[in-house]
């Protein structure tokens, strides 16, 4: 392997392993465990927009995450004049200039001071004991869905009927979207996810005429809701929050806020009924489940990598040396599949323990852009798997495992539908 970068470039791509390419998006699994045994670190094609460096091995993955020197916007790379990739990829699927701003300059673009005053505005709403308290509205919505599952005809499809509709419900009511308008936030989070550019467009900018027009009622009459405390942070100190980003932050936490939490779930409950096994375990030891979930982020979590990260020196990184302004890729799935960090990576276990450092996993990330509402994923998840498996004792899949439909959408691993039976 060389031992001297190329810069990130746009030029000639091919050759490069890509993250559009078919037998990842297909087997993320074994696709990026063939690239994890290659080499720790390589060149790779993101997306077909830019060379990237490819970091698959977990003691690297953690080490990127982790290093301030690795930073999300390439502007923050001293002396460098570095195109934004992710807002290039968004405008060639046909999101406008204005739009695309809202997606590429966000809270989870941002770095060191920037990413610090904005994260400071919004995380005493996912404090632990915040989310403590949260639990038992969780639980409500969480006992009402399946009132509902329970009283409908089979078989059911759970995507539609409790992945997503408990953390946009959640998540919505946090940040204060009012219930006619959840739905839409629905349909269009999951046509922003689509890459399909007949879809996306439409989406966020419907998304942020609703989040405009939502920051002005609150505005002339507050409640007691994030969006309300983030509009008191924008009017009585100008210089914490901008118009943009007051906006930008609505709709990236409503976003993050439910898409990759209901894929947890759905992904999570395919997992458990093709190992009923661990669900016999389950039963018998209910304090396993707060173990089971992070098992579960690390074994069909729904984030499968990460941003772009940039460096912003000469970094080296194993053998590879990291060039100032080149980017890396942080790839979560093959890191938490990696042989050399567990014994047996391949096996559901919901008695795994950490290993190592923090929670032994990297499928909430790591380090200052560790997720920030990780606390709240983990807690609906757990309600709500904990309340299925209870409520409906013989659940089983309603057709083959092997004909479950996965979305082809690059980075993350999501189902399309979840049709079950309640036995």
Request: aromatic share 6%.
């Amino acid at each position: 392997m060389t031992t001297a970068s190329t810069p990130t470039t746009t030029g000639d791509l091919s050759g490069l392993p890509d993250m559009m390419a078919p037998e990842l998006i297909a087997d993320p699994y074994r696709g990026y465990g063939r690239l994890r045994e290659q080499a720790p670190v390589l060149r790779a094609s993101f997306m077909g927009v830019t060379a990237t460096w490819m970091v698959t091995r977990y003691e690297d993955v953690h080490a990127v995450l982790g290093d301030p020197r690795f930073v999300n916007n390439p502007a923050s790379v001293p002396g460098m004049q570095v195109a934004n990739p992710v807002e290039k990829l968004m405008k060639s699927y046909g999101l406008s200039e204005e739009d695309a701003r809202y997606m590429a300059e966000n809270i989870l673009s941002s770095d060191a001071a920037d990413h610090t005053r904005l994260r400071k505005l919004v995380s005493r709403a996912f404090t632990v004991r915040r989310v403590s308290e949260l639990r038992p509205r969780v639980e409500a919505i969480t006992a009402g869905l399946l009132d509902d599952i329970a009283a409908g005809p089979e078989p059911v499809d759970l995507t539609g009927r409790l992945c997503y509709p408990l953390p946009i419900t959640v998540i919505c009511e946090l940040v204060g979207i009012p219930e006619v308008d959840r739905p839409d936030w629905r349909s269009w989070g999951r046509d922003l996810v689509s890459t399909d550019p007949a879809r996306m467009g439409p989406a966020l900018h419907e998304m942020v005429a609703n989040v405009k027009a939502l920051i002005e009622t609150r505005r002339s009459a507050p409640t007691d809701d994030l969006v309300s405390a983030l509009i008191r942070a924008h009017d009585e100190d100008g210089d914490e929050l901008s118009d943009e980003e007051l906006v930008t932050f609505v709709v990236t936490l409503v976003m993050a806020g439910h898409e990759t939490t209901a894929h947890l779930i759905g992904n999570s409950v395919a997992a458990l009924l093709a190992h009923p096994d661990q669900v016999a375990l389950l039963r018998e030891r209910p304090e396993l489940w707060p173990t089971a979930v992070h098992e579960l982020v690390r074994w069909c979590g729904t984030a499968l990598l990460t941003g772009l990260r940039y460096a912003t020196e000469d970094i080296q990184l194993g053998s590879v040396l990291i060039k100032a302004g080149d980017s890396v890729s942080p790839v979560l799935v093959a890191a938490n599949f990696d042989p050399r960090q567990y014994t047996e990576p391949d096996r559901l276990d919901v008695t795994r323990q950490p290993t190592g450092r923090g929670e032994g996993h990297v499928g909430f990330g790591h380090g200052a852009h560790y997720c920030l509402g990780a606390a709240l994923a983990r807690q609906e998840a757990e309600v709500a798997l904990h309340a299925l498996f209870d409520r409906f004792p013989g659940l089983a899949l309603a057709v083959p495992e092997s004909e479950l439909t996965w979305e082809p959408v690059p980075g993350s691993r999501r189902l399309a539908r979840l049709p079950v039976v309640r036995g």
